[in-house]
């Protein structure tokens, strides 16, 4: 099983830097595979980066993500409030098919 | 744009079955994509449930497959998960989700199922 872990945990930054958020694998996976969501509280997930580094429709482009292997990195830039979230790595295996999510990374906007 | 919807009892007993259906709207559940359910217990993290394509084939959480069967109502355009034997354990959000390459983009907006006596 390929176990994903986020790093940091809990990320405290202000309006206007940038955030670096990261994803490893145990295993190596496809870039086809990795998706990254974005939750804020009492919301649904939101999908804000297929494949690695394709952006959902109507993410704006201060969202980007890398990576390749076992490492993966989703950058937010030009950080502002309405970022405050727990955001989620998660992949997909094709045998046997499924998904898993990474444990969160927490974002704070000061 | 496609919309989904969860619905089903918000109480379970434990040893029970739970019952939840997604109604989806703007869309048709025979288009090209997967059907996801994903659960979510309260302060805690994301769990993949298992998938369904509108044929009827689905995929499951090796962790969770046991209990759980998921179904397709094409005449309605809905999709339905049941998971049985429940436990406290299985107190969570759920929310029903579409696919798009390898993930999912459109979600519900999740429906909180207690497991209580």
């Known amino acids: 099983e390929i176990v994903l872990t986020q790093s940091p945990v809990t990320l405290s930054l202000s309006p206007g830097e940038s955030a670096t958020l990261t994803c490893r694998a145990s295993?190596?996976?496809?870039?086809?595979?990795l998706a990254w969501y974005q939750q804020r509280r009492g919301q649904a997930p939101r999908l804000l980066i297929f494949?690695?580094?394709n952006r959902a429709t109507g993410i704006p482009d201060r969202f980007s993500g890398s990576g390749s292997g076992t490492d993966f990195t989703l950058t937010i830039s030009r950080l502002e409030p309405e970022d405050s979230a727990v955001f989620y790595c998660?992949?997909?295996?094709?045998?046997?098919?499924?998904?898993?999510f990474g444990q969160g990374t927490k974002l704070e906007i000061k | 744009q496609v919309q989904l919807q969860e619905s089903g009892p918000g109480l379970v007993k434990p040893s029970g079955t739970l019952s939840l259906t997604c109604a989806v709207s703007?869309?048709?559940?025979?288009?090209?994509?997967?059907w996801s359910w994903v659960r979510q217990p309260p302060g805690k993290g994301l769990e993949w449930i298992g998938e369904?394509?509108?044929?009827?084939?689905?995929n499951y959480n090796p962790s969770l497959r046991s209990r759980v069967i998921m179904s397709v109502d094409e005449s309605r355009n809905q999709f339905s998960l049941k998971l049985s034997y429940v436990t406290a354990a299985d107190t969570a959000v759920y929310y029903c989700?579409?696919?798009?390459?390898?993930?999912?983009?459109?979600w519900g907006q999740g429906t909180l199922v207690t497991v209580s006596s």
């Open positions: 369904i394509y509108h044929s009827g084939a689905a």
């Open positions: 998660q992949r997909y295996v094709s045998s046997p098919p499924g998904y898993s």
């Open positions: 703007g869309g048709s559940i025979n288009s090209d994509y997967w």
């Open positions: 295993q190596s996976v496809s870039s086809s595979y």
């Open positions: 989700a579409r696919h798009t390459a390898y993930s999912q983009e459109f």
């Open positions: 494949g690695t580094s």
